[in-house]
């Protein structure tokens, strides 16, 4: 080695040495990211716009206190429309150019489950938050995936459950002839059978094509207690318009299994009076709940309006992936997933909810909503509490009915 | 599948006819800008929306049903007659994709621009209280309502009928549907009458959306279905035939009522095979002209 | 300067495409942006063979496209196939299957009777593929499709990484544009453009224009079904959407963006709807306004489509019109 080259590596060696700190330094400086597909454009964009003004409050509150583990939070929302291949394409935009760490989203189920193959893929910490009973299932789940959101067995199991004992035991349904609309048939039979009730009918109708005037004298016939329809969006509009032209609300209960409250504004309290659903969270919890009282008046403050229901699930999954990252001190997907697993318990906008170890499911309360005859406490008094239905595993199957453990 | 009442069946027959009288109206106006301008209007199904939210902005401001589902399809008619004046026009002589194309472009914007107006959330009004009940049949009761837009449908499918038959304008708009270069040649302009066609077409979708908007509810995705449905009902009648539009409306409405009865799980497909069937026997819709747009 | 370079290119397409595609991934934000380019302009392009070449218009191009998604997916995630390939010639060899039977009984009906039958039969196989969850995971979509190594010879290589899955579809569809040349430049591609300038003419002058109609609504099925295969390996899933108007749809916007019956016109098509929408709904949620006026602007001032008017300005005389 001579002379010229000896100084050049011991001057590269110095700057390196040097310079090694602020290199560190800039790396760790360097934001968390987490990316968000939601459906923005599409029919569901109300619910969207709710998801999105939610996950940007939880990165306002963290960035408030400093950021993660001293890094600044950034959540990047990109438009799915809805459609599994573009939010897959999403996803892979997300992870590979915009270098996110971590993945939230999702509003559809074939979207979620298109998302996660993406991130199983990549091996990115996913946190789901819509309604699937797949994603948290054999073969679609993984050890990085996570369920944030119910899913049509525990709500249909809850809303059985509780109409069954307060409403009546003798049912029709009607349910939209896509997995959704047949997972949600599926339990709720099951769940009244089992409580000694009767299915008189249930009649699958195709998405899309809320033409339900065929039905609805013979259902009328049948005189069920209970009226049970799987109507999503716009269909579920149509559906009560129609019904009550046919004078079905004085005959028989209403109820389904969620309420969305987009759908509940757009109808009114002339088409919701009186249809009992269950939700995740609704905005009034404010007067009761500590937790929820929290999260209402920031998202007010922030945004001018109550939070739906769907926007406090991407609250929800957000502040986890940053409990995640703050237990595990790493932003390593694995090692913040190990991280949940291992400390369960969390509490963010509603009161206690918890992981489940074998299928990384949230398990959470709910609550039984009835719609309003009237306003009341402006535009947004929509719904009233019903009943409470606490936070329970026997409400979604078991670890070993989805093929884990 | 078939213990089924009479009355139940006669109250899906009546529905049948409601859905097929809107499949009409949609029809005969993609019919009629088909036939004469060979212009595949993949924003027919946003006419039918604007008029909807036309109908529920002039309910709004006017609270009267009766004026709203006048002057609704009126509005929309005239924005169809701008459309055809300042795009549709320029693309005479190139051939049927550009307008495909061009009308596909103006449906993303008149869907997103009535999602940037009017929100994101759907809207609802209701039908006027003196068509809000349910009246009796004798086999069954029915919303007043829809036997009001039966109603009103055959009515203006009278006036239409008047105005094509005992019209010059209508002769000309007639013939032109049947061959367009033979009316050139005999030196009419054709602009003029395509202006009024590509008007009334539209009008006729947004009158078809103002009456189903108390039926459905009104949002902005509202015609993206149906003008698929509706291209199925006018090759179903025939390309440019309008009594083909007629029966092919109420044929398919019949379809798709019956099946969502009978056998839920096929009404979306069935619509289809109807179609493939119609056209394996007569290869040119039901009333079509053959050589016509082949 | 610029004429001559075009005329290059013209002489030689193949080449051509080879070049720029092997260094478009870095000329796009990101790769997977690159290789959705690849797959939908290799889609877009059987589409064009059929439409802008041969003159039949089908509406419902999806179909095959999904046969060739669900042919590859389903042999990798259910009947347990191992090699890459074996399921790639499987999903071709649903798709060019469905191309001849759904071509036979659609090809007796000419113009937008046509093209409606093939709508019908691409929501025909939708309904199926929606309802046979057992198979295709119905409105859920098939998850799960395994990318298993690929194997050349006696090496394997993993497609783990944007850049080697980019490479891997580039070389198949490589594969495509020069077989495409190959049909174009037979009597047989002579023939087919011949059906589309006058139909009546080529029949006159001898030819069994249903046979050879036949045949290209075939190819530009295999075409189809080769860019679903790639996209089910490339997204690990197929949505049911694939079969779906939609997809229908959007393959016939990108044909008549980029150029009907130009060579390049599907891919500039496909690259540019594609950057336009990715980028226009990072900016915008309102972003189908922004791609719905740009659309009609390039209808009204660009009717040739981008590439058939680049033609046009540099070689007046080559172009067809």
Same mark, same amino acid.
């Given at each position: ?405 | ?294 | ?92 060899? @649903? ?88 049909? @174009? ?49 490339? @997204? ?86």
């Amino acid at each position: 080695m001579n002379r010229r080259s000896f100084l050049t590596t011991t001057t590269a060696g110095a700057a390196a040495v040097i310079a090694f700190p602020a290199v560190l330094k800039a790396q760790s400086k360097d934001p968390i990211r987490i990316g968000f597909p939601s459906p923005l454009t599409g029919p569901f964009a109300a619910l969207a716009d709710d998801q999105k003004r939610g996950a940007e409050l939880a990165v306002d509150e963290l960035n408030a206190k400093g950021g993660i583990l001293g890094r600044k939070v950034e959540v990047l929302i990109r438009d799915d429309q809805l459609k599994p291949a573009v939010g897959a394409q999403r996803t892979q935009e997300l992870i590979e150019k915009d270098r996110c760490q971590f993945i939230v989203g999702g509003l559809a189920a074939h979207v979620q489950m298109a998302i996660n193959e993406q991130t199983k893929k990549s091996k990115v910490l996913f946190i789901s938050v819509s309604q699937s009973d797949e994603i948290s299932a054999k073969p679609d789940t993984s050890p990085l995936t996570f369920h944030e959101a119910l899913n049509p067995t525990i709500t249909s199991r809850a809303v059985g459950t509780w109409v069954a004992q307060n409403l009546g035991k003798k049912w029709w349904i009607i349910y939209a002839d896509y997995a959704w609309g047949k997972q949600n048939n599926a339990v709720l039979q099951d769940t009244l059978k089992k409580l000694g009730g009767t299915v008189l009918g249930a009649t699958p109708y195709p998405l899309g094509n809320p033409e339900f005037s065929a039905h609805l004298p013979k259902i009328q016939a049948a005189k069920p207690e209970v009226l049970m329809h799987m109507t999503p969006g716009a269909d579920d509009i149509a559906f009560l318009k129609q019904a009550i032209s046919f004078g079905m609300k004085k005959d028989m209960k209403f109820a389904k299994p969620l309420h969305w409250i987009p759908q509940a504004k757009e109808g009114g309290p002339e088409l919701y009076s009186d249809v009992y659903g269950a939700i995740n969270f609704y905005w009034e919890l404010q007067d009761s709940n500590p937790s929820a009282k929290r999260y209402v008046e920031a998202y007010r403050k922030k945004f001018n309006t109550p939070p739906g229901d769907y926007g406090a699930y991407a609250y929800s999954a957000i502040l986890e992936v940053a409990r995640g990252v703050e237990l595990a001190k790493s932003t390593e997907s694995m090692a913040v997933a190990d991280a949940l697993r291992a400390n369960p318990v969390y509490d963010h906008y509603k009161g206690k909810q918890w992981w489940r170890k074998c299928d990384n499911k949230s398990f959470q309360d709910l609550w039984m909503m009835k719609g309003r005859d009237k306003l009341k406490g402006g535009e947004w008094g929509l719904l009233e509490v019903v009943a409470k239905v606490p936070a329970n595993e026997e409400l979604d199957r078991t670890c070993a009915e989805k093929g884990l453990a | 599948m078939f213990d089924v009442s009479l009355a139940a069946l006669a109250a899906q027959v009546f529905t049948g006819l409601v859905l097929g009288m809107i499949f009409v109206l949609l029809a005969i106006g993609l019919s009629l800008i088909f036939g004469l301008m060979t212009v595949v209007n993949f924003a027919h199904g946003s006419f039918y929306m604007l008029g909807a939210y036309f109908g529920f902005f002039l309910l709004g401001r006017t609270g009267n049903f009766w004026v709203s589902l006048v002057v609704a399809p009126l509005m929309v008619g005239t924005f169809g007659l701008l459309i055809e004046r300042f795009l549709v026009r320029r693309l005479y002589g190139r051939g049927p994709d550009d307008p495909l194309l061009l009308t596909f472009g103006l449906s993303l914007v008149m869907v997103e621009g009535a999602r940037m107006i009017w929100g994101k959330i759907g809207l609802t009004f209701d039908p006027p209280r003196a068509l809000a009940s349910a009246v009796d049949l004798g086999f069954t009761r029915f919303p007043a309502y829809r036997l009001f837009v039966i109603a009103i449908t055959a009515a203006v499918l009278v006036a239409l009928w008047a105005f094509l038959t005992r019209t010059d304008v209508g002769l000309v708009i007639r013939a032109g549907s049947r061959d367009p270069l033979m009316v050139r040649a005999l030196g009419i302009d054709l602009g003029r009458i395509w202006l009024i066609v590509f008007g009334i077409g539209s009008a006729l979708a947004g009158l078809a959306g103002i009456l189903a908007g108390p039926m459905r509810g009104v949002y902005a995705e509202m015609g993206v279905t149906m003008v698929i449905e509706s291209f199925v009902v006018v090759v179903v009648g025939g390309m440019g035939s309008l009594l083909g539009a007629v029966v092919a409306g109420l044929l398919i409405g019949e379809v798709v009522s019956l099946t969502t009865f009978f056998a839920p799980k096929l009404s979306e497909i069935m619509v289809f095979v109807v179609m493939a069937l119609v056209l394996l026997i007569r290869p040119s819709g039901l009333f079509g002209e053959p050589g016509l747009l082949e | 300067m610029r004429r001559r370079l075009f005329g290059v290119i013209a002489a030689h397409p193949v080449v051509a495409f080879v070049v720029v595609f092997a260094v478009f991934p870095f000329l796009v934000p990101y790769r997977a942006l690159a290789t959705q380019v690849l797959i939908y302009g290799l889609f877009a392009l059987g589409f064009n063979l059929l439409y802008g070449y041969t003159g039949l218009l089908s509406f419902g191009h999806a179909a095959y496209y999904g046969l060739g998604a669900y042919g590859a997916g389903i042999a990798l995630a259910k009947l347990g196939v191992g090699s890459l390939w074996l399921a790639l010639a499987i999903g071709l060899g @649903l798709a060019g299957a469905g191309g001849l039977v759904i071509g036979f009984l659609c090809l007796r009906r000419r113009g937008i009777y046509f093209a409606m039958l093939t709508l019908a039969f691409a929501q025909l196989l939708y309904f199926i593929g929606f309802h046979a969850a057992t198979w295709t995971g119905g409105d859920d979509g098939l998850r799960g499709i395994p990318l298993h190594p690929l194997g050349i010879g006696p090496f394997t290589v993993s497609l783990d990484t944007s850049i080697a899955f980019y490479y891997f579809a580039f070389a198949i569809v490589c594969v495509a544009v020069a077989g495409l040349k190959r049909i @174009l430049d037979s009597p047989f591609g002579a023939v087919l453009q011949a059906i589309r300038e006058n139909s009546d003419r080529a029949m006159a002058c001898g030819y069994n224009i249903t046979r050879i109609k036949l045949l290209s609504f075939v190819f530009s099925a295999l075409f189809a079904g080769t860019a679903g295969a790639l996209e089910a390996l490339r @997204l690990n899933v197929v949505p049911i959407e694939s079969l779906y108007w939609s997809t229908s749809g959007q393959v016939v916007m990108m044909t008549l963006l980029g150029g009907a019956g130009t060579f390049f016109g599907p891919f500039v098509g496909a690259a540019t709807f594609l950057v336009l929408e990715d980028r226009a709904s990072v900016f915008t949620e309102s972003w189908p306004l922004v791609i719905g006026l740009i659309f009609m602007a390039f209808v009204l001032f660009l009717p040739r489509g981008i590439w058939g008017t680049l033609l046009y300005w540099i070689a007046p005389r080559r172009t067809p019109a």
